[in-house]
């Protein structure tokens, strides 16, 4: 049974909602490869971060009057090439910005390897655009420097301003070096090096763990893999380097096929967005919905004073309350055993996303909603 209140269009996304559910409901278990489901243990990017000066930009840098580290860092940097600036001297730039330069070292990267870098203004520069990065050193969290960023960087945004009017494109304040960094140092990761690694699944499952074991001792033999908890797995490799890149490249590509995962449904409080998978269930239960609609509506009255007399023109406001809750009546949603039985239950509320948030934790209130309620 459709509501009346429902749109054309509403009905038309909810049969759309309806035939992909039942859809993702028919369509049986897919496999995937181990390395879609699982990391290997140390193989991992590394951030990097550092703090450096942008030059050349066409007179859209920080204002240096208000912000001084801009000037220390360019006076500190001057001194290091023999230049030195008389005391109380103020230099007034325009062509410099304070920047914060990060990257991600990834696993396994060679001294001589570029990487990519984003640099990012943290003053008060209007525009980044066009401007060169100068040498900056890249350091881990242990302090040490990992690389080294320079170079002239891409700016995704175009902006102009003229007698108080601006237009702008996308974000000036912040851009990317291409290839901008050269590692420096390596970070050790020894992969299989004690005779063997660790997985780690990206999604805690005791059924998926016991799979991928089973997967895993099928190819390699048995007692290669055991399984330490629901995430983490414990490989034994090859002892030679050799053979123990090879080992890893046909481990990766194992197919292992996950356990469903729990039901879930997940609700963006900012933005009213409901997501649910295939596991989701109702119970029958009855709901009635309504919305709650105040309107204030404040005028102006104007009383003038007569011709000729002292008195004052005076403004008083009017204001006029309307309060409407139209009636919501009773529906009934019945248990399902799909995710299409679901939404075809729900659809028949003819609730907006921002009012079916609230039907959701109700209903799991209530005991109907056999799901978990997951809040972002």
């Known amino acids: 049974m459709t509501h009346p209140s429902i749109s054309a269009s509403a009905r038309r996304a909810g049969l759309v909602l309806l035939a992909l ?88 990267a060679r001294p001589g390897q570029n990487i990519d870098v984003t640099v990012s203004s943290m003053g008060n520069a209007k525009s980044l655009r066009g401007g060169t990065l100068l040498m900056t050193p890249l350091k881990g969290v242990d302090g040490a420097v990992y690389a080294i960023a320079q170079g002239n960087m891409v700016v995704g945004g175009v902006g102009a301003s003229a007698n108080g009017s601006k237009v702008q494109i996308n974000q000036l304040s912040s851009g990317r070096i291409p290839a901008g960094a050269t590692v420096e140092r390596v970070v050790e990761a020894s992969v299989g090096g004690d005779g063997a690694f660790t997985l780690e699944l990206m999604r805690s499952d005791f059924g998926t763990a016991q799979r991928a074991v ?119 949603i019945r248990g399902g055993a ?7 239950g729900l659809n ?4 907006n ?3 079916l948030v609230s039907i959701l934790q109700a209903m799991k209130s209530a005991g109907a909603l056999r799901a978990e309620l997951e809040i972002i």
């Open 338 to 344: 799909s995710l299409a039985d679901v939404v075809k």
């Open 353 to 355: 996303p921002q009012d």
């Open 348 to 351: 028949t509320l003819g609730a």
């Open 21 to 108: 559910c039942a859809l993702a409901a028919c369509l049986p278990a897919r496999a995937e490869r181990l390395k879609e489901l699982a990391s290997i243990q140390g193989v991992r990017d590394n951030p990097l971060i550092g703090y450096g000066l942008m030059v050349g930009l066409d007179g859209t840098g920080d204002q240096t009057m208000q912000t001084p580290f801009t000037t220390q860092s360019l006076n500190n940097m001057l001194q290091q090439l023999g230049i030195t600036i008389p005391q109380g001297v103020n230099m007034q730039l325009k062509n410099v910005a304070a920047v914060m330069v990060t990257a991600q070292l990834p696993s396994f």
């Open 214 to 332: 089973e997967a895993i001792n099928r190819q390699f033999g048995g007692g290669t893999a055991d399984a330490v908890d629901a995430r983490v797995i414990r490989v034994r490799a090859p002892e030679s380097p050799q053979e123990r890149v090879g080992f890893l490249a046909r481990l990766e590509g194992l197919e292992v096929t996950p356990t469903q995962a729990v039901a879930k449904v997940v609700i963006n409080a900012r933005t009213g967005s409901v997501v649910m998978n295939q596991a989701v269930r109702v119970n029958d239960c009855a709901v009635a919905h309504g919305s709650l609609s105040v309107v204030i509506n404040t005028d102006p009255l104007v009383s003038q004073p007569g011709p000729f007399s002292n008195g004052r023109t005076v403004v008083s406001q009017t204001s006029e309350i309307s309060i409407n809750q139209p009636g919501g009546a009773l529906q009934m």
